[in-house]
Each structure stands twice: as C-alpha cells, then as structure tokens.
T-cell receptor
Framework: GESVGLHLPTLSVQEGDNSIINCAYSNSASDYFIWYKQESGKGPQFIID?????DKRQGQRVTVLLNKTVKHLSLQIAATQPGDSAVYFCAERRGGGSNYKLTFGKGTLLTVNP | GAVVSQHPSWVICKSGTSVKIECRSL??????MFWYRQFPKQSLMLMATSNEGSKATYEQGVEKDKFLINHASLTLSTLTVTSAHPEDSSFYIC?????????????????FGPGTRLTVT
C-alpha cells in the first residue's frame, strides 16, 4: 500500500480471517525481500523472506508472494490472531554479495478485532 | 536466536546537549551495523552503515558531524547525536549483520535492536 504524510495505510480484520498486506517496491535490481513485523515501541522482527528467483514462499501461517513484473510483494497471514496486530514493513535489499543495505517500504498497520 | 541490545531504551535531553546510544550484538560478532531513524507513523530510514575499524558510510542528507558513529569492536557500535535539537527527537534503531559464518549465522541477515526513544526538550 501507499502512505502519504503521517498516515499509515491500515487493514482491519476479524480474528480468524486471512490478511493480505501489499507492498510495491521500486528497484528492479533488488534481489532479496523481507517482511518485518513491528510492534509499538519495539524494533522490527523478521517474519519471512524471499529471493528474486522465487515467486512464492511459505512459512508458518504466512506466505509471501513476489511479482517481479509489476514489482509487487504481498504477505498473507492465515487465521489472523490478535497478537498479529502490528505494523508490517516490506524491505528490499539493494547491492550485491555481502555488502548490501535494506530499504524499507512505508508500512501497513494491521488491526485484528477479537 | 541472535540478540541485539540498545542502551538506553529511552532518553530525554535538553536542546544543545549530546546523547550517546549504544548498540551491542550479544551472542555474535558483527563487522557491520546499521543505524536507522524512525519518526512516528513512518518507516525506518537508514542513516548510516557502520563498519568495525573504519569510518561509517552516511546516507545522503545525513550530517556526519551531527551523528557521530563509532564501531570500535565487533560487538559494539555507538551513535552520538551532537548538539541535539527538538527535531532530532525520534526512535533510533540499530541492526547488526553477523560476521560471515559467525556462530553459523548467515552474513546476509540483519538482526534488529529494540530501539531507543530520544526526546529533545
């Protein structure tokens, strides 16, 4: 999703529903993508990653989809729980080999209603 | 798992003073650490890349004389905000990248600290 100014895009779901969080990235040369979860007042927590030579990767309750044609990334969370409420960021890695830096997307606030 | 700590977790200082924030990798060595800044309801913005034993690399628009970075050991990097002003109030987050193969951890990963909330009055 896109954010403007100080307003994070938000997604509100009911407990037990599936959530889909979207992210558009900018650099077609990025070769590695990561989804992070950030709870209020804390640092980012790794959720799942995917390399550019893949289009889908599954973890426990989470799936990341990568569409390089349109430079789009999504995070799917199955059976969303109240503990999943947080801000979710995608990040892309630019640069080669072991010398790289991460560029973060604008974030999406997920609220799970019990 | 890999643990990165930051100290202090929050600090309030007066305008014009300097504040030092520490970032430590507790169970692995990190040749490279990164410093980010995050304003409320915004994303993380990379400020600089800190390499042990050498000068930090700053991102465009980040004043190196204002944000001093020292990476004197493989487990510690410090960020000093000099002559702080209210507009420097932010959440500062570090991350550490394990030295290649250290502890079996990939050198392509970054492990984030819990952040430091700086408020300048």
């Amino acid at each position: 999703g896109e954010s403007v100014g100080l307003h994070l895009p938000t997604l509100s779901v009911q407990e037990g529903d599936n959530s889909i969080i979207n992210c558009a990235y900018s650099n077609s040369a990025s070769d590695y993508f990561i989804w992070y979860k950030q709870e209020s007042g804390k640092g980012p927590q790794f959720i799942i990653d995917i390399r550019s030579n893949m289009d889908k990767r599954q973890g426990q309750r989470v799936t990341v989809l990568l569409n390089k044609t349109v430079k789009h990334l999504s995070l799917q969370i199955a059976a969303t729980q109240p503990g999943d409420s947080a801000v979710y960021f995608c990040a892309e890695r630019r640069g080669g080999g072991s010398n790289y830096k991460l560029t973060f997307g604008k974030g999406t606030l997920l609220t799970v209603n019990p | 798992g890999a643990v990165v700590s930051q100290h202090p977790s929050w600090v309030i200082c007066k305008s014009g003073t300097s504040v030092k924030i520490e970032c430590r990798s507790l169970d692995f060595q990190a040749t490279t650490m990164f410093w980010y800044r995050q304003f409320p309801k915004q994303s993380l913005m990379l400020m600089a890349t800190s390499n042990e034993g050498s000068k930090a690399t700053y991102e465009q628009g980040v004043e190196k004389d204002k944000f001093l970075i020292n990476h004197a050991s493989l487990t510690l990097s410090t960020l000093t905000v000099t002559s702080a002003h209210p507009e420097d109030s932010s959440f500062y987050i570090c991350s550490a990248r394990p030295t290649g193969g250290a502890g079996g951890r990939s050198s392509y990963e970054q492990y984030f600290g819990p952040g430091t909330r700086l408020t300048v009055t």
